[in-house]
């Protein structure tokens, strides 16, 4: 009996146990683990706990700060005072500008200037760098023996060529007020340079526009009846090596069947170059086909997309084109960036037109440019201000300049490859752009 209760009894107390445990409060339980998450923002890189993951848009590793213009950049960091040649597409004009000069501009703390920036051409951004006269040269077609724009004497292994901008041409015209946004299909562009049209009122510009029974038709095909001076199409075209030319030779070629290829960086140029119209004249740059179009009644040319939107060229009036779908667009930013993603990523100097591009809403005239410089460097100091600046250029300039000025940021997976490239700039086999100085 004794035996038992004694049984019973310890029953009770281990019950009694259990129940003391089950009841114990919260605060007694074992804390759950926090683990350490990083956002990287375009202000700041913020730490913050979380218990078992990190949220969407965090990250458990610690970001890079390189690129970012932040504090711990190693882009801003120099390790001596240097002033830095540039020159080359006129293309890229606008964003060389922001990038190197002015509030905007790149200076890694005070320590890095750049030369005045003539924008005299891809051709004269090649030869430059390849004689050595610029630390920089910009141009819109790669330096190729393939695409024939490598200066003679030169090998292309011993350059790093950095895609630096993407952007769009257009097709500008002034016709006055009445005339905005005619569409123009990439054969007639070509037949106008070519001579083939030579006014206005001609019957394919008027059938384009929707014949002489719409408004925009009658008003075409009125300016020959009144016999206009503006009726007479005034050509216009770059007379120096141009990328932008390239690019407008790419477009005629692929969109417009029209005969013209590209031929070694300079094409269509000189006198009148290979271009059939007889009222033609050239002009230096992009800045300079802009104040042309501007000041001339009745005249056609090419430019780059930004420069239309610089104040004081509000004359220039921007053709309609289409896409390889057939689809009427006017430019923008966002078909412009539709071109590079159709292209693929599959960006090189082997690879590099982005003109014509398959699908819908896709700009035809679009181009990448490139900042080239020598892998082999002599000079620590330029060296790293060089690349250091490319990569600060190639990363948060995309996001807070580029569009600012008129251009498509690079896509994610050309700043990685404009990086990997600018790897191989170094001094004494020592990559500049990775040091901390």
């Known amino acids: 009996m004794k ?10 107390i281990a019950a009694a146990g259990l129940l003391t445990v089950a ?5 007694g339980a074992a ?12 202000t700041a890189l913020r730490t913050k706990a979380f218990t078992k993951a990190c949220p ?18 190693t882009d801003l960091s120099v390790p001596s005072t240097v002033t830095l040649a540039i020159n080359g597409s006129s293309f890229d004009a606008p964003l060389v500008g922001a990038t190197t000069s002015g509030s905007t501009g790149y200076t890694a703390g005070g320590k890095v200037s ?12 090649r030869t430059a760098i390849a004689n050595g006269s610029v630390a920089i040269g910009f141009s819109d077609v790669p330096m190729t023996a393939a695409a024939g724009t490598l200066p003679s004497g030169t090998t292309e292994a011993n350059y790093a060529q950095v895609p630096y901008a993407l952007g769009g041409a257009v097709i500008g015209y002034n016709l006055g007020a009445g005339l905005d946004n005619i569409k123009l299909t990439a054969p007639e562009i070509a037949q ?3 001579g083939k049209i030579t006014t206005w009122s001609n019957s394919a510009i008027v059938a384009t526009n929707g014949g002489a029974g719409t408004a925009t038709g009658k008003a075409l095909a009125d300016l020959g009846t009144n016999n206009e001076a503006r009726n007479t199409i005034k050509v216009l075209y ?13 477009f005629l070629s692929q969109a417009g069947n029209s005969g013209h290829a590209p031929n070694g960086g300079s094409p269509m140029e000189g006198a009148g170059g290979a271009w059939g119209a007889t009222n033609i004249n050239g002009v230096a740059n992009n800045a300079a086909m802009a104040q042309g179009i501007v000041n001339t009644l009745g005249s056609i040319g090419y430019v780059e997309y930004s420069y239309v939107l610089i104040p004081g060229n509000d004359a220039i009036q921007v053709a309609q084109l289409q896409d390889k779908n057939g689809q009427w667009l006017e430019p923008s930013l966002t078909n412009i960036a539709n071109a590079a993603a159709a292209a693929g990523s599959g960006l090189s100097t082997a690879n590099f037109a982005i003109t014509d591009e398959p699908g819908s809403n896709v700009w035809p005239f679009a181009t990448y440019s490139w900042a080239i410089v020598p892998k082999t460097q002599t000079n620590e100091g330029s060296c790293e201000a060089i690349t250091k600046y490319l990569d600060w250029e190639s990363h948060y300039a995309q996001n807070a300049i580029a569009k600012a000025e008129g251009y498509v940021p690079l896509p994610t997976a ?8 600018l790897k191989e700039v170094t001094v004494s086999g020592t990559a500049c752009v990775s040091q901390k100085s």
């Open 114 to 125: 750049f030369s005045a920036y003539p924008a005299a051409g891809s051709g004269t951004g």
């Open 31 to 42: 804390k759950a683990k926090k683990i350490t998450c990083y956002e990287l923002t375009n």
């Open 3 to 12: 035996k038992t209760l004694r049984s019973l009894t310890a029953v009770s």
């Open 192 to 194: 106008i340079y070519d």
């Open 238 to 250: 770059r007379n120096a090596g141009s990328g932008t030319t390239e690019a407008f030779t790419y």
């Open 56 to 73: 969407k848009g965090w990250s458990r590793s610690k970001p890079s700060l390189q690129g970012t213009n932040l504090k711990g950049d």
């Open 414 to 421: 050309v700043r990685t490859y404009a990086r990997a490239l």
């Open 23 to 27: 009841t114990l409060p919260a605060s």
